[in-house]
């Protein structure tokens, strides 16, 4: 169920908050465009991030019955691997190539202290946080009651209620042609869950009972792989339109409904 | 059978008869330039037809022994994505986003009306069809006496056949440095035969005894990813050259014998 | 083991002799450009090998026991069309498109004759072939005793070793900034071995006892797809910096440990 949301997140960012960013922002311009240089080093991140996730479930399909130990050993290791590789990119984006990220921000004047911002944030981060855990929990059951299928309510229910806030924002910048910033909350929270959330949960989970493993099913890898290779062939030149953001919906949806028919 | 001859639509358009115009359109031409905008958008396509074709073989897969009832809803439902997809890849090329289309037609002046021009177009697609299933039924005994499998037949053999006028044409016109025009026959018709005549296939055989479902063999799909992101890598440079159709022949060469000896 | 070797010279090339060259090639700069014509066309050059990797594969997973006899017939002609491939290559590179390749040698004036240099040349080649031959045959037994797998030994270790010198000088190249010359190290010796060395080996195994076939294993292909994909991806802006370095070198980093810990 876990990682179903994990791959729920990365292809509901990838495929669904940049279908409709890319859709309603389009809507009646030629096309819109963004800094192809910081896209492709995101794009590049996610191909790392789709080879940290593909090859230890090659690994196991390949394996014959391989101990719990050894799929832990595994998962630690290239859980490291993609927290390094992390950490690097922050240095990248916030150091060494800074000017590469430099989204406009002209309109927005800091009207708070940085205390007052950092101390707001954490409260309504963990306000969502908990809003979120109850909205799941009651609605859980009712989906299940409604028959709907595991892998459904991981990749696509949860997913879109859990990143409510993001569709919004991204949707709402979008329309006012601001699209490096609605890449980044699209393609960098995608960057994110998939480098820092997966490995600090695997490095986590270490100390509990059942530990999590990097150990994807082949239906979510096929689901990540054809959206990495999606956006990746999209974002690449620069430039998007209206029927771009149809085809990232497309695509999602078709993930919608085979998640939402699997037995 | 007819999902093997749509493979080998696709890889035919997309390998053969591209392979082709590029190789003899190249040969003693430095480079031959065409429209990025207009060869990425077809190339997004692909990937959401790709991406509409993999996920319900996965889906199959990874299912335990999935009921006939919900293989077909699937084919429905994500053919219903496609044709919808479909309609708005027209609305995109017709309307909103047509001065990316308009391929240099001054050579051609009308001299036929438009109502004589219908009425030629009309006979001679349905000679051709006639033709076709003549030229196909007639073969078909002899290739099988020849010991041909019928992967070769589908894939290979009756897509060369029923593609031959647009061969000729896709290879006349990238020799006089048309390739725009090139572009549209080659990978035009694979998102076509894609995006809408899959589609029509799955909802009209819905209404006959053995609805057609969408799910490929893994061979066909590795065919047709292999040949998707070869042109993908191939075309988004907008420049070819009788290298690159060289290797697309030689991609092509690959899947025929693949495919002669697929028991 | 062959197999193994072959597929870690292609990622070792890819990921980390590239990797490395783009990182400290990338250090302290901002960014580092190359030509972007002549780093495509060996991409879809790699496409083209990657598909004469997979399809066979492919035909053997989706075939119920195929004889070896048909396992040898597909492996030979695949063959012939990668060496017609490769032959083709030759000629675009050096005399159709030479332009596209020169690069610039002003610092290397000729100091020895023709017959010279190509006596030292064949004379450093039997040499270096010698000691990797009596290095790999005095190290296979102490990793054999260290316990590490036949597939990291053939993946990793054997291409380290046998690829050492191309890892200094393509480094050594990338910091003097002179990227089109490692590019042409790093990518130009995996076309080399994915078009011209496997072929040979296919063919002149057919006169030995057991001929060479051209079936890698589903993690062979897994790890070679991934690194053509990630490589692609990073080389075709025709710019690097020590972030997209990294990312190779962390792509290959996972292939390390999978195939470590690989039973």
Redesign the interface.
């Known amino acids: 169920m876990v990682k179903a949301s994990i791959t729920g997140s990365i292809i509901g960012n990838l495929l669904l908050i940049l279908g409709m960013a890319f859709f309603f922002g389009g809507l009646g311009k030629?096309e819109q465009q963004f800094n192809?240089?910081a896209a492709?080093?995101s794009?590049?991140?996610l191909?790392?991030a789709?080879?940290?996730i593909?090859?230890?479930a090659?690994?196991v399909?390949?394996?014959?019955n391989?101990s719990d130990a050894?799929v832990e050993?595994?998962s630690i290791?290239?859980s490291v691997?993609?927290a390094?590789?992390y950490l690097?990119?922050l240095?990248?984006s916030l150091h060494?190539?800074k000017h590469l990220y430099t989204v406009d921000t002209t309109e927005c004047v800091a009207k708070w202290s940085v205390k007052k911002s950092v101390l707001v944030l954490l409260a309504s981060t963990v306000t969502v946080a908990i809003m979120s855990e109850i909205l799941v929990g009651s609605i859980e059951p009712l989906a299940e009651s409604l028959g709907w299928t595991e892998m459904f309510i991981g990749m696509i229910f949860i997913a879109i209620i859990g990143n409510a806030a993001e569709h919004v924002s991204a949707i709402t910048i979008a329309i006012k042609d601001r699209m490096d910033l609605a890449l980044q909350i699209a393609i960098g929270s995608t960057t994110q869950i998939a480098m820092f959330v997966v490995p600090v949960l695997v490095f986590t989970s270490y100390f509990f009972e059942n530990p999590m493993n990097l150990i994807f099913?082949?239906?979510e890898l096929?689901?990540i792989i054809?959206s990495v290779?999606?956006v990746?062939?999209?974002i690449?030149?620069g430039?998007s339109?209206?029927?771009?953001g149809?085809?990232l919906l497309?695509?999602y949806?078709?993930?919608a409904?085979?998640s939402f028919?699997?037995?």
Chains 1, 2, 3 share one sequence.
């Open positions: 030629d192809t240089t492709k080093t794009a590049s991140t191909f790392l789709t080879a940290a593909v090859m230890p090659v690994f399909l390949t394996s014959e391989p050894i050993t595994l290791a290239v691997i993609m390094v590789s690097a990119s240095l990248f060494t190539h099913t082949t239906f096929a689901a054809s290779l999606m990746k062939s999209i690449e030149d430039k339109n209206w029927f771009e149809l085809q497309g695509t949806g078709i993930m409904v085979v028919l699997h037995p």
